[in-house]
């Protein structure tokens, strides 16, 4: 307590909100000290792949969040208030709606960020997090909904590539069936090869491989074979990347009822992790490292730190 207490001391207490296509997460606390951590599953980016568009009941199920958030950073001491968004945002013509409807609710005008903004957040959020120092250069993979982070660099990033691939997006646009069938799963596969092969980050050149965000920490649950999602136990993870492509392949076997019968899965992420592993796994068969280090620390923690300077 007296750590915490001194850490406030030299630090403002921020609150941190990430607002992607699949999730919404709060943060709040004076980094590194973190007092809470929040993630709501409100699929903000259902169907704007297809239609372009949010739609009434996914802004209104973000807007419950966004109410919850409020109150919950009312309770605390806050100094600073920053609200990113991200992929779903970007792309639906009528964000104007979602932006007035944020402001409205937290008196912050949210901040829709680009891809490479949001790239350099999940870099920060994730590398100042290790707890061991790494291998130069450090490739960052954050998987999300609607777009997938890859972000190659040391300290601060020498390369970033934001691409229009994520567990959502990918899910909605291929994978129909309950399992999936081949077909759907090789045209999945030929979505994400033709964005990677179009991003100028060189995979290959990493000599670490961290992972973060959702997708990949379900998948490190289920490469530890743990009997709940116990955020502790996975961060800072070291995996083999045979064993994560192990599971992967179980995954993509998997009706979306024994999915939701994993003990570690989110049941908002049972129906869409599928699209997000083969994202991971064509990353990782790009790599030529060995082992994929998982750190629960992502963007929302960039954006924390983003706050103090």
Not at 9 to 30: E, F, M, Q, W, Y
Not at 232 to 256: E, F, G, K, N, W
Request: with cysteine; net charge negative.
């Amino acid at each position: 307590m007296v750590e915490v207490r001194a850490q406030r001391a030299s630090r403002p207490t921020v609150a941190a909100i990430d607002c992607g296509t699949n999730t919404i997460k709060l943060l709040v606390g004076a980094p590194p000290a973190v007092e809470v951590r929040e993630v709501r599953m409100v699929r903000l980016g259902e169907g704007v792949d297809r239609t372009g568009r949010l739609s009434e009941a996914a802004l209104q199920r973000t807007f419950a969040a966004v109410d919850d958030y409020a109150r919950i950073i009312a309770e605390h001491d806050v100094d600073r208030v920053r609200f990113c968004a991200t992929s779903a945002s970007r792309d639906a013509e009528n964000s104007a709606e979602f932006v007035a409807g944020v402001r409205a609710r937290l008196g912050v005008e949210p901040e829709v960020v680009t891809g490479t903004e949001e790239a350099a957040l999940a870099f920060d959020g994730a590398v100042r997090a290790l707890q061991v120092a790494p291998a130069a250069p450090v490739l960052v993979i954050d998987v999300g909904g609607g777009s997938t982070e890859l972000i190659l660099g040391d300290v601060t990033p020498s390369s970033a590539c934001s691409m229009n691939i994520g567990s959502v997006r990918l899910h909605e646009r291929h994978l129909r069936s309950d399992p999936p069938s081949m077909a759907e799963v090789t045209a999945c596969v030929r979505d994400i090869d033709t964005a990677l092969a179009a991003c100028p980050v060189d995979i290959g050149a990493a000599s670490t491989l961290v992972g973060v965000a959702g997708t990949v920490t379900t998948i490190a649950a289920g490469v530890l074979d743990l009997a709940t999602y116990d955020r502790a136990a996975i961060d800072q993870a070291t995996l083999s990347l045979p064993a994560i492509h192990d599971v992967v392949d179980r995954l993509v076997r998997m009706t979306v009822a024994e999915r939701l019968a994993l003990p570690y899965m989110h049941p908002g992420r049972a129906d869409v992790i599928v699209a997000g592993a083969l994202i991971l796994q064509r990353v990782l068969r790009r790599s030529g490292v060995t082992e994929l280090v998982v750190s629960e620390a992502d963007i929302l923690d960039g954006i924390a730190w983003s706050l103090v300077g």
